[in-house]
């Protein structure tokens, strides 16, 4: 009986890892991004990111954590010591208001083009932080 067992978990691995494999190798052929796009966040746009970001939030409490490309769309993480004392939506008018890079950093908007460009807020989690759009003015 234990036998039947070992030998029925062993074909549903096998079954389960060779489909895995199958879409693995589908996936392979799907394009992740569009030639433009790649072209559109260069290493050099990344950095321009990184670099406005960074030199906002040198001093003080609040760190700059990086910048992740997501989907096309260009994610700058802040983690700050402890949650802002005001409802959702506002945090995110401030985030757009206030952290979201200025008109003058218009090197920075102008490599960017049309791509988003997202500021995330969070205390511990990267995932439980709250998170808004920053609109291009030069767009």
């Excluded at 989907?71 to 008018?93: F, G, R, T, V």
């Excluded at 950093?105 to 995330?120: D, E, G, R, T, Y």
């Excluded at 759009?133 to 767009?139: F, G, I, L, Q």
Aim: include cysteine.
């Amino acid at each position: 009986m234990e036998k039947l067992k070992l030998l029925l978990s062993m074909l549903v691995v096998i079954v389960f890892s060779s489909q895995l494999s199958a879409c693995k190798q589908a996936s392979a052929y799907a394009p992740s991004q569009t030639p433009q796009a790649t072209e559109a966040l260069s290493k050099q746009t990344i950095s321009q990111v990184r670099n406005t970001f960074h030199a906002s939030f040198v001093y003080g409490d609040w760190r700059f954590q990086g910048v992740q490309v997501v989907k096309n769309s260009i994610n700058a993480y802040i983690q700050i010591p402890d949650q802002l004392d005001m409802a959702e939506k506002q945090q995110k008018a401030y985030i757009q208001q206030v952290i979201c890079p200025s008109a003058q950093h218009a090197q920075m908007w102008l490599s960017i083009k049309n791509h988003p460009l997202w500021v995330h807020l969070y205390t511990h989690d990267k995932r439980y932080g709250v998170y808004a759009e920053c609109t291009n003015p030069h767009a």
